[in-house]
Structures are given as C-alpha cells and as structure tokens.
C-alpha cells in the first residue's frame, strides 16, 4: 500500500521559518522525482519546488532564494525548509511523488504518480 504524508507545517509569523517533510512507503523512492505544490484560500494548486532523481532542483519564481527542496533516500523522505516566510505563503503545501514510465536496460519502471493529503502553513502578519 502506497502513503505519502507530509508533516511539518504550522501557524508562523511573518520572516519565520519552518521544514516540511514528505515521507513516501510502498514506492521505489529514489527513482521517483518529488515536488511540492500549494494551494492557498481560494486559488488554484500550484507548483513550489522540483527535485529529480539527481538532486537537481527547479523552483517557482516566487520561492527562488527562500525555499530549499531536498531528498534523503535512506530515509524515504524529501524536504521543504523555507525561510523568509511571507503571509502570500499561506496555502495547504502538497508532496507529489511520480515517475514516468521508462526503461533502464532491458527493465520496465512503470509510471507512477501519487500526492499526499497536504500540511497546513499559516503565516501571520
């Protein structure tokens, strides 16, 4: 059975900081890119943070310098550490676990593509 639960997120002031993390059983972890994504009051889901399956990562505009997304595949678990947090981050944040579908030699990974229930950041001003 596949989960993917985040943990981590809170009610902070304005300028704080807080981590998130993502852990993910039941897949082959590290050969799945992870990312986060967020969905504020009202608005639509949106794309955070991008990390492959080298570690190389991708972040929205609106994150770029203040948001650090990282993987530890020992330990089945990503992270979001962000600083600098501002009321306009206020959103449910969401772990997104998917691998395409592709052959490494004569080995089939199938796709896959599976998102958590969500952690709550609140930033007051």
């Known amino acids: 059975q596949v989960q993917v639960v985040e943990s981590g997120g809170s009610l902070v002031q304005a300028g704080g900081s807080l981590r998130l993390s993502c852990t993910a059983s039941?897949?082959?972890?590290?050969?799945?890119?992870m990312a986060w994504y967020r969905q504020g009051p009202g608005k639509q889901r949106t794309f955070v943070a991008f990390?492959?399956?080298?570690?190389?990562?991708r972040y929205a505009d609106s994150v770029k310098g203040r948001f650090t997304i990282s993987r530890d595949n020992a330990k089945n678990t990503m992270y979001l550490q962000m600083n600098g947090l501002k009321p306009e981050d206020t959103a449910v944040y969401y772990c997104?676990?998917?691998?395409?579908?592709?052959?490494?030699?004569?080995?089939?990974?199938?796709?896959?593509?599976?998102w958590g229930q969500g952690t709550q950041v609140t930033v007051s001003s």
């Open positions: 997104n676990a998917h691998r395409p579908s592709h052959y490494s030699g004569t080995t089939h990974y199938p796709e896959f593509d599976f």
């Open positions: 039941g897949i082959a972890f590290s050969t799945a890119e």
């Open positions: 990390i492959d399956l080298d570690a190389k990562t």
